[in-house]
């Protein structure tokens, strides 16, 4: 196995990093967290902002992105419920990254192969 992605650390090690890499490997987290660079938002603004995604999908997505400590979910007391998410300093940290990432696929989508609709 390839010492740079392969785990030195153990199994339960290696299944975080496997987790972690499946949540951020999602154009849906990506898009998320890119939407969130800019400050806090409301469900509504961002399922607006993150066209073709459905309101059970979004929802997954900010309750995972929750979990692994990325985005805060901060309810305020209000009629209506008033539910506002934001990045967390862990969140922040990897939108850089996934820019950089986005940066790479739109310059090289042309020397990629296949149609992007396999998943192996």
Partial sequence: MNERFGS?????????????????????????????????????????????????????????????????RQVYPAVPAHVEYSLTKLGESVAAPLLELRFWVETNTGSLGGDGSEER
């Fill in 8 to 72: 030195r650390q153990g199994a339960a090690t290696d299944e975080r990093v496997r987790a972690v890499f499946s949540l951020l490997s999602s154009w849906r987290t990506a898009s998320a967290i890119g939407s969130l660079e800019s400050g806090p938002k409301r469900f509504g603004a961002l399922l607006r902002e993150m066209d073709g995604v459905s309101p059970k999908v979004l929802t997954r997505t900010l309750r995972r992105l929750e979990g692994f400590g990325m985005v805060r």
